[in-house]
């Protein structure tokens, strides 16, 4: 990882604040911002902007004169790689190599700051829809409000403290912790403006005040749902993954996760993985199949002679019903639900092959795979049914809401619950299923059929060995 590697690429003008914070503290580690200051002032040591030294009688400069004007060019030199370190091949293109470090600078900054009056509604009106959307979220919540601040500072504009504190009250949810909280803030910022009104010395309540208060309560409510975790649904878990992470991102358009066996998040489109799961494992150039760009790369094309030549692969899901010959091969089933625009769904048998152990996705795959190719699994691990979908209810209520638990000791929200009517369909034979005290949580990846909420109501669950 390189020296500056953590400082996100300038892009436009969305991501221009935190660049320019980023590569100011950058240049200032190195010694090297006064060469991009303004200041004038020379008893302000850090921001007196440093200039290219002159000769005493023009045209003739001494060797010491010389030596300054030559480590002053080799100093803004390095000033002008900082800049140019982590910036878009588009915006490096607009910067010329002649211009100091001082003049490339003031060119981005008059190009991506966006310091006009249409910027300044936007920014108000982005700060107060801005919603915090759990303890963890905390540190990138306050940091909006903090960045905002300081874009309306170099703007000129007036932002009061009580105009901030409002929009950063409005915006937390509407759980208990955070009423209470809400309220005790109003009611402190009214007890202050009180007090201000009848004492001749004001008292004030700034944002940085309620700022540390909030910093702290999302402390104490992240440290209780840390203490009060336990292990939940490993399905469900895929709903906390973050999508920005570098890891962890997924293509919007496709729905494929993105990662070093496919970089743009595409399905393989090798004849061998065609419609079926691994498809959305690997791209083209990573496939490994017969056709694909490491065909003969594969693990089992390495060792297979050594395991007698005996290779699994998973099998194409298919919601077509299995006939019983062909359902007594296989090691583990699952339910696939086919969306229907009726609250009504056919749910019918899924065969999954066994795969050689090198050769198993991983949790992020796995998510990925279930909600392009099913609608609804069955989970060992969830003790509620999860239903993304509110059309799927067939009775529904908001009264008690709840939140889930899941295996990275998160947590999954859900807006409701109620009762859903499936159909079964095994042999050609459909039943009607009513699922009841199902949870309609919208943030998870999929449908979870909890096996645990079925066994108890008298079903069976039986794994059947090759």
């Known amino acids: 990882m390189g020296k500056f590697d953590h400082i996100a690429e300038l892009t436009g003008s969305d991501n221009f604040p935190s660049w320019r914070q980023a590569v100011e503290l950058a240049l200032a580690g190195e010694g090297l911002w006064n060469h991009c200051s303004t200041g004038t002032n020379p008893h302000d040591v850090a921001e007196f902007a440093s200039v290219l030294p002159t000769a005493a009688t023009a045209g003739q400069p001494t060797a010491a004169e010389l030596v300054l004007m030559k480590d002053w060019i080799k100093e803004d030199a390095q000033a002008k790689a900082i800049i140019g370190r982590r910036l878009s091949p588009v915006v490096q293109s607009i910067l010329g190599e002649k211009l100091t470090a001082r003049q490339q600078w003031e060119l981005l900054t008059k190009r991506f700051a966006r310091l006009d009056v249409t910027s300044q509604y936007e920014l108000r009106s982005q700060l107060f829809s801005e919603r915090?959307?759990?303890?963890?979220?905390?540190?990138?919540y306050l940091g909006v409000f903090e960045n905002g601040r300081r874009r309306f500072a170099e703007m000129?504009?007036?932002?009061?403290?009580?105009?901030?504190?409002?929009?950063?009250?409005?915006?937390?949810?509407?759980?208990p912790q955070w009423v209470v909280f809400r309220s005790l803030a109003m009611a402190k910022m009214?007890?202050?403006s009180t007090t201000s009104s009848t004492t001749t010395a004001p008292a004030t309540l700034t944002f940085e005040d309620i700022a540390t208060?909030?910093?702290?309560?999302?402390?104490?409510?992240?440290?209780?749902?840390?203490?009060n975790a336990r292990?939940?649904?490993?399905?469900?878990?895929?709903?906390?993954?973050?999508?920005?992470?570098?890891?962890?991102?997924?293509?919007?358009?496709?729905?494929?996760?993105?990662?070093?066996n496919n970089p743009k998040g595409v399905a393989c489109e090798n004849t061998a993985c065609s419609g079926l799961p691994r498809s959305l494992m690997h791209d083209l150039n990573h496939c490994m199949q017969a056709g694909g760009g490491m065909e003969g790369k594969a693990p089992w094309a390495q060792w297979g002679d050594r395991a007698g030549g005996k290779r699994k692969d998973v099998a194409a899901v298919s919601v077509e019903p299995k006939s019983s010959a062909t359902s007594s091969t296989t090691e583990t089933s699952a339910l696939a639900a086919s969306e229907t625009a009726t609250h009504h769904h056919e749910w019918s048998c899924a065969l999954i092959k066994a795969?050689?152990?090198?050769?198993?996705?991983?949790?992020?795959?796995?998510?990925?795979i279930?909600?392009?190719?099913?609608?609804?699994?069955?989970?060992?691990?969830?003790?509620?049914?999860?239903i993304t979908d509110r059309s799927l209810f067939w009775t529904y209520s908001t009264s008690d809401k709840v939140t889930v638990k899941t295996a990275n000791h998160g947590r999954l929200?859900?807006?409701?619950?109620?009762?859903c009517v499936v159909e079964l369909t095994i042999g050609g034979r459909t039943q009607c299923l009513r699922l009841s005290e199902c949870l309609h949580a919208p943030g998870a990846m999929i449908n979870l059929l909890s096996v645990g909420r079925m066994i108890s109501k008298g079903w069976a669950c039986n794994h059947i060995l090759q």
């Open 231 to 260: 292990p939940g649904s490993e399905y469900a878990n895929a709903a906390t993954i973050p999508q920005n992470s570098n890891e962890r991102r997924v293509n919007t358009s496709t729905g494929v996760r993105i990662h070093k």
């Open 213 to 227: 208060s909030f910093t702290e309560e999302a402390n104490r409510q992240h440290g209780k749902l840390r203490m």
């Open 190 to 192: 009214s007890s202050v």
């Open 355 to 368: 795969v050689e152990e090198e050769s198993l996705p991983r949790e992020e795959d796995l998510a990925c």
């Open 132 to 140: 915090l959307k759990d303890p963890d979220d905390a540190p990138r």
């Open 413 to 419: 929200a859900t807006s409701g619950r109620g009762d």
């Open 370 to 386: 279930a909600k392009q190719v099913l609608s609804t699994i069955l989970d060992s691990g969830t003790t509620s049914t999860l």
């Open 156 to 175: 000129g504009v007036t932002f009061m403290d009580g105009e901030s504190i409002f929009m950063l009250l409005s915006g937390l949810p509407e759980t």
